[in-house]
């Protein structure tokens, strides 16, 4: 849901997605869900003991970071500001990161489990590819209405920055 929300909010600032667009983000997203987990399984113990107390905050600081820029630049002249496409370079795998850190915790849980992590893995990474490809399009029909605009744009922002609170929120942070 963290993928489909980041790609809801990413297809409304793109505001128009073609197929490479959608193909990157997609693949990328659904590519680091499912590999998330494979790798918590696969070095198991000790990469939970390394990113358990921080993998919360690097999740929230990455999707504030995304967000807010978003958010302040919804507000800026459009022909004045250059346009920076979420599916591609830096941006894209911060997101992808963002959006699948937690699942490192799910493969140790299954490791811990003793149940293989081959099916998990590829079903997260499917159902991610299709709730991210969904979110896009979604945000850009969102996006393209021009009584929307710049206020979706805004929105979108303030989503993913929400979307960090509430990781910070479910990992306890707060109390």
Same mark, same amino acid.
């Given at each position: %849901? ?8 990413s297809g409304i600032s793109l505001k128009k997605v073609d197929c490479r ?10 590519? =680091? ?7 918590? $399984? ?6 939970? /003991?390394? =990113? +358990?107390?921080?993998?919360? $905050?690097?999740?929230?600081? @990455?999707?504030? *970071?995304? &967000? /807010? ?5 919804? =507000? ?6 250059? =346009?920076?496409?979420?599916?591609? &370079? ?21 490791? %811990?489990?003793?149940?293989?992590? $081959? %099916? ?10 299709? @709730?991210?490809?969904?979110?896009? #399009? @979604?945000?850009?029909?969102?996006? +393209? ?5 710049? #206020? ?6 303030? *989503?993913? *920055? ?8 479910e990992h306890n942070v707060f109390f």
């Open positions: %849901m963290d993928a489909f929300a980041v790609a809801l909010a667009q959608t193909f990157r983000l997609a693949w990328h997203f659904g590519f =680091f869900q499912a590999m998330m987990p494979v790798i918590g $399984w696969s070095v198991g113990f000790w990469i939970q /003991t390394l =990113f +358990s107390g921080v993998d919360h $905050w690097i999740a929230f600081v @990455l999707l504030s *970071i995304i &967000g /807010t820029k978003m958010f302040y630049e919804s =507000f800026s002249d459009d022909e004045k500001r250059p =346009f920076h496409d979420p599916t591609k &370079g830096l941006k894209m795998v911060m997101l992808s990161i963002a959006t699948s850190i937690d699942a490192l915790a799910v493969g140790f849980s299954i490791a %811990m489990l003793g149940h293989p992590i $081959w %099916m998990p893995a590829l079903v997260i990474g499917c159902v991610c590819c299709f @709730l991210t490809t969904l979110g896009l #399009y @979604l945000g850009c029909w969102l996006g +393209s209405k021009t009584r929307l605009g710049n #206020y979706a744009e805004a929105s979108g922002g303030l *989503i993913l *920055i929400c979307i960090g609170l509430r990781i910070l929120y």
